[in-house]
């Protein structure tokens, strides 16, 4: 036995238990790591519903106690991570397995009254590495007033959550230390010298979205005066944006400058945007902490890319986006099944994926851009270049997208082909997105300081109390509503639109002029 394992050694216990947490969409419930080393034939099993991942667990465990110095017990080892009726999936129980082992066997031991989190996979060589949803594990452990225990890689993901307990380590030995009374003397062991404790990580907090990306300026886009107003208009109010226009128009290049019109999230928003990418599959990066989520798929994405799915039931683009953007691209080539899953979370800001097994909730509050040709050819109303395209075709082509899924989206505006002269010459002073955003933030400010809420999510009701129309305005609506024969979910859409443009202009009531630009900005299509 080496002398750190002989250190470690104290009174036996019949069952050694450890926490740590699995994951159920948004959701970390606590699971007790349950270790049992009885007399009998050598054996190793691990019960309580455990994935793929988690059973591999096994030879990762026995050969990273072998190689730290650690003597594997030689009886029968009973693993059972409790709850036994919930899923556990990946690599993060290899730690808590490990410790278990340890204290199970007299090897470990851990003064009463400290309830810990462990979190890792282990490497053969007894390194710890990171595992993915460690910001949603750390906020519930924080909730729970436990300490916790993660690979040094994900201590800047778990301070985000504001835990004051969060320890790192960059080995099993880091971790098997802390707990010693006095240092022992690290010959004997079979790796190198044991790790020095990490220093102190900087709070990535302090350094919010140190890495973003540079976003267009809104001066760079020529003519487009229309356009640019509905794109105004949606980011001020949330709106869901639609571009129909020829290839080459600038419809991509307009979507691309909202994200530089929006406000920068809070810091509840930007906590809620994080856990959601912290069990995506491809995990959150902490150096994006505060940066609103810009998700642009392509046509080719799968339904459960679009919303979520899937055997581990993950959140898709729709979720990824929430409280950001999700851009949609050539709108009509996306398959049909796809933009009708679309409807509900545009609806109900919600994302429910039910499963077999587990059911899932996730936010999806994004605001949706798109963008689209006017017909297969693309050149329909073009002043430049003939369509080519046949009646049933473009009936064709427009049929792809279902009436239910376009009332959905209150602004849909033409963008046409920008003219030689303008597009040639020196343009006059253009508003700057920077400009334009302290627009947006002082307009969002009037709808949070009225309702609470942006106009997007104002309910029927509570719309009704707060039109503030003149007369001439009630009297345009009406007309609108008998000539254009607008749905009563469009009604409300003029509403709220028409609502936002007077929050533009700080207006105190909804005059004739904004409800005549809010039925204009949906005429297209």
């Not at 963008?415 to 700057?432: D, G, K, N």
């Amino acid at each position: 036995m080496s002398p750190l394992a002989a250190a470690l050694r104290s009174d036996p216990l019949p069952v050694a238990t450890t926490l740590c947490r699995g994951q159920l969409a948004l959701q970390a419930p606590l699971v007790s790591v349950e270790v049992n080393v009885g007399s009998g034939l050598p054996s190793f099993c691990v019960v309580g519903l455990p994935a793929a991942a988690v059973r591999e667990s096994k030879e990762r465990v026995r050969a990273a106690l072998g190689n730290c110095g650690f003597e594997f017990p030689a009886g029968r080892i009973t693993v059972s991570l409790a709850p036994a009726d919930l899923p556990k999936e990946g690599a993060r129980f290899d730690l808590p397995i490990a410790l278990g082992i340890l204290l199970a066997s007299a090897q470990l031991r851990v003064p009463q009254g400290r309830h810990c989190e462990f979190y890792g996979e282990l490497g053969l060589a007894g390194e710890l590495k990171p595992v993915k949803g460690m910001l949603l594990a750390a906020a519930h452990a924080a909730q729970a007033g436990h300490e916790l225990w993660v690979p040094g890689p994900s201590v800047d993901e778990a301070r985000m959550s504001g835990h004051p307990a969060v320890h790192g380590a960059d080995h099993l030995l880091e971790v098997c230390a802390h707990w010693r009374a006095a240092p022992p003397a690290a010959a004997g062991v079979r790796t190198a010298a044991l790790p020095q404790p990490r220093a102190a990580v900087r709070d990535p907090r302090a350094t919010v979205a140190a890495v973003r990306a540079a976003v267009p300026d809104l001066r760079d886009v020529r003519g487009q005066y229309l356009a640019k107003r509905a794109l105004l208009v949606a980011a001020a109010g949330g709106h869901n944006l639609l571009l129909v226009g020829p290839p080459g128009a600038g419809k991509s290049m307009l979507a691309q400058r909202l994200p530089g019109l929006l406000p920068p999230l809070t810091r509840a928003q930007a906590l809620e945007v994080a856990m959601i990418a912290s069990v995506s599959a491809r995990g959150f990066d902490p150096r994006r902490f505060g940066e609103r989520p810009v998700r642009a798929p392509h046509h080719s994405a799968s339904a459960h890319a679009i919303v979520g799915g899937g055997p581990q039931a993950r959140p898709g683009e729709a979720s990824l986006a929430h409280h950001g953007v999700l851009f949609l691209d050539e709108l009509p080539e996306f398959d049909r099944r796809v933009l009708e899953a679309l409807r509900e979370p545009l609806e109900t800001r919600v994302v429910a994926v039910a499963r077999a097994r587990m059911q899932a909730q996730y936010p999806a509050a994004f605001q949706l851009i798109a963008a689209m040709n006017p017909c297969p050819c693309g050149h329909l109303g073009d002043a430049f270049t003939a369509c080519r395209c046949t009646p049933a075709q473009l009936a064709a082509y427009r049929g792809r997208l279902s009436g239910p899924l376009l009332d959905r989206i209150e602004l849909r505006v033409e963008v046409a082909r920008v003219p030689r002269q303008e597009l040639l010459q020196t343009p006059p002073p253009q508003e700057s997105s920077a400009a334009a955003a302290a627009r947006v933030a002082r307009a969002r400010a009037r709808q949070l300081q009225r309702a609470g809420r942006l106009n997007r999510d104002l309910p029927a009701g509570q719309l009704a109390a707060l039109e503030a129309l003149t007369p001439a305005a009630r009297t345009l609506l009406e007309r609108a509503f008998d000539q254009l024969g607008l749905s009563a979910r469009a009604v409300h859409h003029v509403l709220r639109v028409a609502l936002t443009v007077s929050d533009l202009e700080s207006a105190g009531r909804v005059e004739a002029a904004h409800v005549a630009e809010a039925i204009q900005l949906r005429r297209a299509l």
